[in-house]
Antibody, heavy 117, light 110 residues
Framework: QVQLQESGPGLVNPSGTLSLACAVS?????????WSWVRQPPGKGLEWIGQ???????HYNPSLKSRVTISVDKSMSQVSLRLSSVTAADTAVYYC??????????WGQGALVTVSS | ESVLTQSPGTLSLSPGERATLSCRAS???????LAWYQQKPGQAPRLLIY???SRATGIPDRFSGSGSGTDFTLTISRLEPEDFAVYYC???????????FGQGTKLEIK
């Protein structure tokens, strides 16, 4: 069974860059699946950030596109997220997820990132 | 961009009762592209229904999804104590490719 585990700094300075990694275990990152990042501000709903295929082809939420990069490191079996120029509005739990068709079948446990000085 | 609106915002019911949750899209959605999730406090969302009406692996048959076009429904036939949670619908748009979620319905114990 595929498992996902997010990791990265829990605190980021305003105007800095948020960087998270999602470790994929129990299966191949090159299995033909898409991989996404989804975030959830405290007490609020879910927002899709973007997705990548194992070959690096990616799509992003238009509202975040200018600040987001999602990439795959096949050697480390890892999907990464970088979000630049962060503000307090980017404070959220960040989830990585593996697609199942046109939805998200497997989720990581999430990583809380707070933007504050 | 199609927007998903869920109703009601909060639903108060008792165990054993039937729950009906609504998800309305601002533009027609292919049934293949509509999913439902359950989220409990401190946990990641869990996929319940995909393709509008297909149960994900391990999901009890008291959960069912229906609908087409712009109106979709998640029904829980007889509520169990563990079903009280927040439920989200989600759609896929293919032009440009992307995903959006409804704002959620909180199902609480009455």
């Amino acid at each position: 069974q595929v498992q996902l585990q997010e990791s990265g700094p829990g605190l980021v300075n305003p105007s800095g860059t948020l960087s998270l990694a999602c470790a994929v275990s129990g299966g191949s990152i090159s299995s033909g699946s898409w991989w996404s990042w989804v975030r959830q501000p405290p007490g609020k709903g879910l927002e899709w950030i973007g997705q990548t295929y194992y070959d690096g082809y990616a799509h992003y939420n238009p509202s975040l596109k200018s600040r987001v990069t999602i990439s795959v490191d096949k050697s480390m079996s890892q999907v990464s997220l970088r979000l630049s120029s962060v503000t307090a509005a980017d404070t959220a739990v960040y989830y990585c997820a593996r697609h199942s068709g046109y939805c998200f079948g497997i989720w990581g446990q999430g990583a809380l990132v707070t933007v504050s000085s | 961009e199609s927007v998903l609106t869920q109703s009601p915002g909060t639903l108060s019911l008792s165990p054993g009762e039937r729950a009906t949750l609504s998800c309305r899209a601002s533009q027609s959605v292919s049934s293949n592209y509509l999913a439902w999730y359950q989220q409990k406090p401190g946990q990641a969302p869990r996929l319940l229904i995909y393709g509008a009406s297909s149960r994900a692996t391990g999901i009890p048959d008291r959960f069912s999804g229906s609908g087409s076009g712009t109106d979709f429904t998640l029904t829980i036939s007889r509520l169990e104590p563990e079903d009280f949670a927040v439920y989200y619908c989600q759609q896929y748009d293919d032009s440009p490719p992307g995903y959006t979620f409804g704002q959620g319905t909180k199902l609480e114990i009455k």
